[in-house]
């Protein structure tokens, strides 16, 4: 069995392999460059940490696409991803619905809990273009589709979210283990639970408009707004935590009634066609 046949045979586990040992594998590589005695990341640190993540899911999925499926598979990959006819509503959740929510439970934490929690204004937020963008060419534009075409998508959103989940993991220890100590595996739990949650969402929204220019949306207002709004200078590292709590809760709400809807509330456009 050749490498094309494999991928073919079991493309969605092909592309996490590849994508967890691109990024990690990097990450690796730049810590042993930057940092080989393990010191605490340094901005520059991150910077460079930040760069195998951006790049690895759009290169497993492109490259993937092109051994599996060669110059059509490219250009059905490029139809998903420019996709933009869709009803103004799905621009309207991609944009809103995070930047909103997050505010929301700053506000409300300001208010109830302590003003450290103020909204603030962070160039950081622009960081997020750029992961919504790349990234989204293995995440939606291949895995996605094929889990799919084998689960709904509430399985398909869980597979992939608790997958793009710990897929951070690396990454967020070397940021943020040392300054989290002992209290990092918590604060990445809560990371990961409410990433899942709206990984489910992006899936959904996928299925029912197959724009994969939606899904880039949605990925780069999660993290543009997660960096835009929190004041982390202001708060503690349990403070932070608190906030993945409640927007955890939030989004798993989100999910449930989005699973309780009718099925065919939800049903998807139909499929594009690449010529």
Same mark, same amino acid.
């Given at each position: 069995?050749?490498?094309? !046949? ?11 392999? #590849? *994508? &967890? ?5 990097? =990450? ?13 990341? !340094? ?31 490219? @250009? ?19 944009? &809103? ?11 409300? #934490? ?37 889990? #799919? ?38 604060? &990445?739990?809560?990371? *990961? ?49 608190? =906030?993945? +709590? ?6 798993? =709400? ?6 309780? @809807?009718?099925?065919?509330? =939800? ?6 066609? +690449?010529?």
């Amino acid at each position: 069995m050749n490498l094309k !046949s494999i991928v073919e045979r079991h493309a969605v586990w092909a592309y996490f392999g #590849l *994508v &967890f040992a691109l990024a990690w594998g990097g =990450i690796f590589l730049v810590v042993q460059t930057v940092s080989p005695s393990g010191d605490a990341a !340094s901005p520059a640190m991150i910077g460079i940490v930040a760069l195998p993540m951006l790049l690895a899911p759009g290169l497993a999925g492109i490259t993937l696409t092109a051994l599996a499926e060669g110059r059509a598979g490219l @250009r059905a990959l490029w139809a998903r991803m420019t996709h933009w006819r869709v009803d103004a509503r799905w621009y309207l959740v991609a944009l &809103f619905v995070m930047p909103l929510a997050v505010l929301a439970i700053l506000a409300g #934490l300001a208010l109830l809990v302590t003003p450290a929690y103020a909204p603030v204004l962070s160039l950081l937020g622009v960081a997020g273009l750029a992961a919504g963008y790349l990234e989204e060419f293995g995440w939606t534009g291949f895995a996605t589709p094929r889990l #799919l075409s084998v689960r709904g998508p509430l399985a398909a959103g869980l597979v992939l979210g608790v997958l793009w989940g710990l897929w951070h993991g690396l990454a967020d220890y070397v940021i943020r283990g040392h300054t989290h100590g002992a209290f990092w595996p918590v604060a &990445f739990a809560l990371f *990961v639970l409410a990433v899942t949650a709206w990984r489910v969402l992006m899936v959904w929204v996928y299925h029912t408009t197959q724009s994969g220019l939606v899904a880039q949306l949605m990925h780069f207002s999660y993290t543009g707004s997660l960096a835009l709004f929190i004041p982390l200078d202001a708060i503690s590292h349990a403070q932070d935590a608190l =906030i993945y +709590v409640v927007l955890a809760v939030a989004l798993w =709400i989100g999910v449930a009634a989005l699973a309780l @809807r009718p099925r065919r509330a =939800i049903e998807p456009q139909a499929e594009l066609s +690449v010529k």
